[in-house]
């Protein structure tokens, strides 16, 4: 596609239930990676993939919390058992591929709100 | 590690004023640094970045940014602000030869008055 794509774009949801969000990168990067943007925070690294492998789950903030890619295309992030402070902004971003110093590019998020 | 902080979480100035954005890190090993810009409502978009050669960095919509290294800063600048270039401007790092992962300050708020 033209660019990082997102879904849900929102969703609210009761605390304990599940969610899954959605992230199609650009066609052709073999790069993702997720972050999470609480309010009045900076971006914080949740996990990168550099095809369908995660190198790199530093960041998940607990085990609530996992991710898969299939097809070195689509990714989806899955927060299990909901709480409050996982409300957030989810970015999706994607580049050509895992390399320090290519551009990445980012989809404009999941705004989840967890009540 | 890396870190990296953005001194000033609000900026307010008057349109066509210039501006100063700053950026300091702290990192152990070689980075290369960003700039992203946050519209309202919008994604991050890639304002410029530095990773290597000349130390000032132009990038787009009139913005540059001077790498300093004895000084850890890339501190982002325009001349003459508009209206438009309210937005949050997030300064980002990444260690040379790394992932690409990329550690971000918590943002600076530019609001341009008129």
């Known amino acids: 596609g033209a660019g990082v794509s997102q879904s849900p774009s929102n969703k609210v949801t009761e605390k304990g239930k599940d969610v899954e969000l959605r992230c199609d990168p650009i066609?052709?990067?073999?790069?993702l990676y997720w972050y999470r943007q609480r309010l009045g925070q900076g971006l914080e690294f949740l996990i990168y993939?550099?095809?369908?492998?995660?190198?790199?789950k530093s960041g998940l903030p607990s085990d609530r919390f996992s991710a898969e890619r299939t097809g070195e295309s689509v990714s989806t992030l899955t927060i299990q058992r909901t709480q409050q402070e996982d409300s957030a902004v989810y970015l999706c971003?994607?580049?050509?591929?895992?390399?320090?110093?290519?551009?990445?590019?980012f989809g404009e998020g999941s705004w989840l709100t967890v009540v | 590690a890396q870190s990296v902080t953005q001194l000033d979480s609000q900026v307010p100035v008057f349109e066509e004023a210039p501006v100063e954005l700053r950026c300091n890190y702290s990192?152990?090993?070689?980075?290369?640094l960003f700039w992203y810009v946050q519209y309202p409502n919008q994604g991050l978009q890639l304002l410029l970045k530095?990773?290597?050669?000349?130390?000032l960095v132009k990038g787009i919509n009139g913005f540059e940014a001077e790498f300093n290294k004895s000084q850890t800063s890339f501190h982002l600048r325009k001349p003459s602000v508009h209206i438009s270039d309210t937005a949050e401007y997030f300064c980002a790092v990444s260690p040379l030869g790394g992932s690409e992962k990329l550690v971000f300050g918590k943002g600076t708020k530019l609001t341009v008055n008129p």
């Open positions: 971003a994607s580049s050509l591929q895992a390399s320090s110093g290519n551009t990445i590019y």
């Open positions: 066609s052709g990067h073999t790069a």
């Open positions: 530095y990773l290597s050669g000349s130390t």
């Open positions: 993939f550099q095809g369908n492998s995660a190198p790199d």
């Open positions: 990192s152990s090993v070689s980075v290369y």
